[in-house]
């Protein structure tokens, strides 16, 4: 990497030992694609459970030439309330979804799959479900229209909530960039 690894712990106290394990997981992440230019990861311990521990979430947030490429993982709560949640496992499926996500842009660049856009994150800046559209702030600040008619995945406009993350494939459109195919948070592209 050009840069060096970032690494945000929220609500959780840091050990050296889950530290290490990151690191060792992101250097894995730049020998899998040495063109990898720069990685953040963010553990959140995101509730105090008195009965099972707390929940966590992980976000690995990859730069690549000409992209980015995000992994959003937030406990599936049914399914990890009973099971012992612990952060050394959230770290590793995030690590494991930024690999799979990793290896298919590679695939992407050697033309082996169809290329689509690549799918950014922003967050909603603005809604206007009475005429049908809203705004989505990008990692560059700036606003970028998107219809309802774009929200897939069973998103509805209605719904939306100011600074909720999403995820969105750019285009250009008649009246300059927008976002089109617009997705839920972190369950809509986590691998």
Known sequence: MQEPLEIAFHQIEPTPELEADIRERADKLARLYDRLTHCRVSVEALHKQHRTGNLFEVHIDMLVPGGELVVSREPHK?????????????????????????????????????????????????????????????AAGSLLYFHRNSLIGGLALEELKRGELLHYQPADGEAGPTAVKVYGGPQSHAG
């Open 78 to 138: 049914a399914k990890e309330r009973y099971a012992s949640p612990d952060v050394r496992t959230a770290v590793r499926d995030a690590f494991k979804a930024a690999e799979r996500q990793l290896k298919e842009y590679k695939r992407q660049l050697n033309g082996e799959v169809k290329s689509e856009a690549p799918l950014l994150q922003a967050q909603v800046a603005e809604l206007h479900p009475e005429e049908d559209y809203g705004y989505l702030m990008t």
